[in-house]
């Protein structure tokens, strides 16, 4: 038996840190969206009791360290499964992206699992075993729109925001998300406004989601990083009506409502970064199944 599984992208709409807790992690207000672009998840039972990754990406890890793998696992041992899963990745979503490729990876596998091992578990009993894999799991688990607290396991699910395109830019750098956070001084940042950015959803109002987009994190990769702030520069320049950083980078996304402005964003931004993607929004939350 084999599971296919979607596996899309987040952008955050909206990205503030607030304090360093004392478990070490930093407590965070996101507002994030699911994309239109999406990594391809199938799942198979193969003899044995071992859990083995395949991917055409030299990038993903084929053992523990691969957050799927570490879904799967979690599964076996919780569940006492002793069934052996073959779990294939075809790869979309840019590695080290601040997109949440490899926890919406995760995600899939957990809720692709559910499935074809017959565990039977609610989307909310999955989001709750995501969080132990990651911070941004338990929000792809779901999928859609949502605001995410605590480590980002704190899910408050919104509607849909206001339909448009999205461009994404990712130069050809990783951003270590531990670097970025070492590197944060909450003492010196512009905050987002997350109240404000929910109420912009809330009212469908496209004008007001791209004035109040905000990211905490966009001062310390920039710095570290100036390829990432000279994307930011040519997509307003080249027309895009808001721009920013997705999580910790180096991704950077821009809002275009109109068609016609679309095709002149992407091919100004190919002309210097190769991995650029036009794609919509898909706000709405994922089936279970």
């Not at 990432?228 to 895009?240: L, S, Y």
Request: glycine share 8%; aromatic share 6%.
């Amino acid at each position: 038996m084999k599971v296919l599984v979607k596996a899309p992208a987040k952008i955050n709409l909206s990205l503030d840190v607030l304090h360093k807790r004392p478990d070490g992690f930093h407590e965070v207000e996101m507002v994030m969206t699911t994309i239109d672009l999406a990594d391809r998840i199938e799942l198979s039972e193969i003899k044995g009791n071992q859990i083995m990754i395949e991917s055409q990406n030299r990038f993903v890890p084929d053992d523990q360290r691969n957050l799927a793998y570490q879904a799967a696992k979690l599964l076996k041992d919780r569940f006492d499964v002793h069934t052996g899963v073959s779990i294939s990745i075809d790869k979309t979503i840019p590695v080290a992206a601040g997109l949440a490729g490899g926890s919406s990876d995760a995600a899939a596998t957990l809720r692709g699992l559910n499935k074809l091992w017959g565990l039977g578990l609610s989307i909310d009993e999955l989001a709750e075993i995501g969080s132990e894999i990651g911070s941004d799991v338990s929000f792809c688990v779901y999928g859609g729109t949502a605001l995410a607290k605590g480590r980002g396991e704190k899910i408050t699910h919104l509607p849909a925001p206001p339909n448009c395109w999205v461009i994404l830019a990712k130069p050809s750098i990783g951003v270590s998300t531990a670097d970025v956070y070492r590197n944060l001084n909450l003492s010196n940042v512009s905050h987002p406004d997350t109240q404000a950015m929910m109420d912009a959803i809330r009212n469908r109002s496209y004008k007001e989601v791209c004035g109040e987009l905000g990211n905490v994190l966009e001062s310390v990769t920039l710095k570290m990083h100036p390829e990432v702030a000279h994307i930011k520069d040519q997509m307003v320049r080249f027309g895009a009506d808001a721009v920013l950083m997705s999580g910790s980078g180096p991704t950077v996304f821009g809002l275009v409502h109109h068609d016609s402005r679309l095709q002149r964003i992407y091919n100004g931004l190919r002309g210097f970064c190769d991995q650029v993607f036009a794609v919509r929004m898909l706000g709405d939350r994922l089936p279970l199944d």
